[in-house]
């Protein structure tokens, strides 16, 4: 921007678009003005400009733009107060008689934007909460604007095919100001319509809708699930030991597939770090795994037929999702620029707590994946039609082999004399007999009462001193291992 420019800003009687003030320390007032800007509810389709260091009239008020200033302005952008991101720019500029720090907002296409879930508008000179009605007019222009599939109407579906319930008593309260909720007197079909979750022309939901809150997302969205599978070997044509399926909406799957990634994929195993000393290593850090599948939910193209694919071998696991690379992400900037192909998916993944929306992902899993002490995850982003991260287990597959070679599926005889030799920290060799017993009685599932009542011992006991222990060896497994505390829950020898 030019200094000609500035100065015809810093002196315009366009009040609507343009907000002057000599405060540095009112984040709120700035964070409610690129909001109100964002809004551009009077569709002048001009973007609107906060200019900090300058008085009402224009003159300079000898501000000096330091850099904890210039970062935490810029800030603003992406940390997470203002929902959808608002689209803007911030600068620092030199004047004669002190500095000026502007910012300029561009008007949203995915109004209503809000500010700690109030919906703020300028009406004139001044800033202002918008009422219902304003509300429904920025709720209109939106979907005039948004293109985006996640925002269109799911035609064939109606009120009854999502889950109202959870979006009362979920969502709602944390995406909308209490205040505002409790004294809305809107419908539900309404509410929905200004959070991008309903086409009041239509009648029906929203693609985002489905994918989010749907009873039965795959009816619609023939692609919208997870599918997992865990191959026997190091590819795709060796056999296969467990496979299943997610269909559940995202709002229900989430919590699903956290506990299956805790309890079915993430495991421990003793490692020599020294000749007296061990260390219990997990393959794959959980967090890591789940920020992964959490982006490849939110970022996929949920008009492909494709599930998303979480795939687990010996050595690596492979998460693949429908959609390459979208909008101004690029594989030249990747992953310095993000952008959103569901801007209203992963608004409300956001407001759930899912995700920060703060483009830190990447960087985030590659350190949590060095700091497990494994390798830096693979991000193909060349392919044209999917997005696809390979992450490699800590635990190296040469180390798997050399454990099964230790217990073949004879060990059923063999590996009661050889664990608590193996895992001295773990027993004492008087329980040797116990641990036999224990063992040999695992061949077949049984559960945890029958193994006590077996070895003459409370449940309780059972667990703190011998399952547990045998669980986090990767000896035992769980028949049931995303519900751990299920009352159908066994125990089964591990033998391959």
Do not use: W
């Amino acid at each position: 921007m030019t200094k000609e420019e500035i100065y015809k800003l810093l002196f315009s009687t366009e009040t609507s678009r343009i907000e002057r003030t000599v405060s540095i320390g009112d984040m709120d007032k700035f964070q409610e003005a690129i909001c109100a800007f964002s809004n551009d509810m009077s569709n002048s389709r001009q973007n609107g400009y906060l200019i900090i260091g300058a008085k009402d009239n224009g003159e300079l008020s000898g501000l000096k733009v330091d850099d904890n200033l210039f970062k935490k302005i810029s800030g603003i952008r992406s940390d997470g107060n203002i929902l959808p991101i608002p689209m803007m720019t911030c600068e620092r500029y030199e004047m004669g008689n002190g500095d000026l720090l502007i910012v300029e907002v561009q008007p949203s296409f995915s109004t209503p934007v809000r500010y700690r879930g109030r919906t703020f508008i300028r009406i004139g000179p001044r800033r202002d909460i918008a009422t219902i009605d304003e509300e429904r007019v920025l709720s209109e222009k939106r979907m005039n604007n948004m293109a985006t599939f996640d925002a269109s109407p799911c035609y064939s579906a109606t009120i009854n095919d999502i889950h109202l319930d959870l979006i009362k008593k979920e969502y709602l309260p944390k995406a909308v100001n209490a205040d505002e909720l409790k004294n809305d007197p809107r419908s539900i079909e309404q509410q929905l319509t200004a959070l991008g979750l309903y086409d009041m022309t239509h009648n029906c939901p929203t693609n985002a809708c489905i994918v989010l809150f749907g009873k039965n997302p795959k009816q619609f969205l023939y692609g919208a699930y997870l599918q997992y599978v865990r191959f026997a070997g190091l590819d795709k044509g060796t056999e296969i030991d467990d496979d299943k399926p997610f269909f559940d909406c995202l709002a229900k799957m989430m919590p699903k597939l956290e506990a299956f990634i805790d309890y079915g994929v993430v495991k421990t195993s003793p490692i020599a770090i020294s000749t007296l000393r061990e260390k219990n290593q997990s393959n794959y850090p959980a967090d890591a795994l789940r920020e992964l599948i959490l982006n490849a939910c939110m970022h996929r193209d949920y008009q492909s037929n494709m599930p998303t694919r979480f795939y687990e071998f010996t050595d690596r696991i492979e998460i693949m999702n429908p959609g390459g690379l979208y909008g101004k992400a690029r594989p030249e900037n990747f992953p310095d620029v993000n952008d959103y192909r569901n801007p209203i998916i992963a608004q409300a993944l956001k407001v759930m707590g899912y995700v920060n929306m703060f483009n830190r992902g990447v960087n985030r899993v590659k350190n949590m994946m060095i700091e497990n002490g494994g390798k830096e995850p693979v991000f193909n982003i060349n392919k044209i039609t999917a997005f696809e991260v390979t992450s490699y287990s800590a635990i190296k597959y040469a180390d798997l082999q050399s454990n099964n070679e230790k217990f073949p599926k004879l060990f059923p005889k063999l590996f009661p004399k050889l664990f608590p030799k193996l895992f001295p920290d773990y027993f004492q060799i008087e329980e040797q007999d116990t641990i036999k017993i224990i063992l040999e009685n695992l061949i077949e599932p049984k559960s945890a009462n029958e193994l006590a009542s077996i070895i003459s011992c409370s449940t309780r006991t059972l667990k703190d001193k011998y399952l547990d222990k045998m669980l986090l060896s990767g000896i035992v497994a769980m028949t049931i291992p995303d519900k751990p505390t299920s009352s159908k829950q066994k125990y089964k020898l591990v033998t391959e």
